[in-house]
């Protein structure tokens, strides 16, 4: 596999997960602010635009505080099978 495959994977995971961070966060009706007030710790929202528009990469921990932010569990928060893909 070439490296601009694997760049190619890259992004479509990370725009996958982030479309699917934001359904989740929407049909919560949630805004952005509102969904790092309910995260552990202090976090910044032009970091959730980032990850929602698949432009950041979040660590595994700031993938937690999202899905316990939104109540759900890391599975669901990283199953973006029903995105429309």
Do not use: C, H, W
Request: aromatic share 6%; hydrophobic share 35%.
């Amino acid at each position: 596999m070439k490296e601009s495959d694997l760049d190619n994977i890259r992004a479509e995971l990370l725009k996958n997960v982030g479309k699917n961070i934001q359904r989740i966060r929407e049909q919560k009706g949630l805004s952005q602010f509102d969904l790092i007030t309910k995260m552990l710790g202090e976090f910044d929202v032009t970091n959730v635009s980032r990850i929602e528009s698949g432009r950041n990469n979040p660590t595994l921990f700031t993938l937690y505080r999202i899905a316990k932010a939104l109540d759900v569990s890391l599975p669901q928060l990283l199953d973006y099978s029903t995105t429309g893909k």
